[in-house]
Nanobody, 123 residues
Framework: QVRLVESGGGLVQAGGSLRLSCAAS????????MRWYRQAPGKQREWIAI?????????VYADSVKGRFTISRDNAKNTVYLQMNSLKPEDTAVYYC???????????????WGQGTQVTVSS
């Protein structure tokens, strides 16, 4: 199976920074892209960032985090990161890692999800 494990969440003061990690393991043939989502209490899951996993790296951010968050990857570790700066109370949410890829040669691409890591920003 493909497993994604998020880490790095915690409690931080407004204006502070936090770095999330998402390590992928298991049967992974290829990774096309990795994304970060978040879900705040009582709200819909929100996509916040994507990074492609090919030799040419592209990143796209949601307006809500643009200029404050940075997504990056380490192909050797099958790990994606989310550097979060200038955190606001409204950033409080469970942050989820998403991987789009193939578990085996010839298989169709699909989404895989981590269990999430809690980020709490206090005012």
């Amino acid at each position: 199976q493909v497993r994604l494990v998020e880490s790095g969440g915690g409690l931080v003061q407004a204006g502070g920074s936090l770095r999330l990690s998402c390590a992928a393991s298991g049967s992974i043939f290829s990774i096309n892209a990795m994304r970060w989502y978040r879900q705040a209490p009582g709200k819909q899951r929100e996509w916040i960032a994507i990074i492609t996993s090919g030799s040419s790296t592209n990143t796209v951010y949601a307006d809500s985090v643009k200029g404050r968050f940075t997504i990056s990857r380490d192909n050797a570790k099958n790990t994606v990161y989310l550097q979060m700066n200038s955190l606001k109370p409204e950033d409080t949410a469970v942050y989820y890692c998403n991987l789009y890829g193939r578990a085996s040669v010839g298989s169709a691409g699909r989404d895989y999800w981590g269990q999430g890591t809690q980020v709490t920003v206090s005012s």
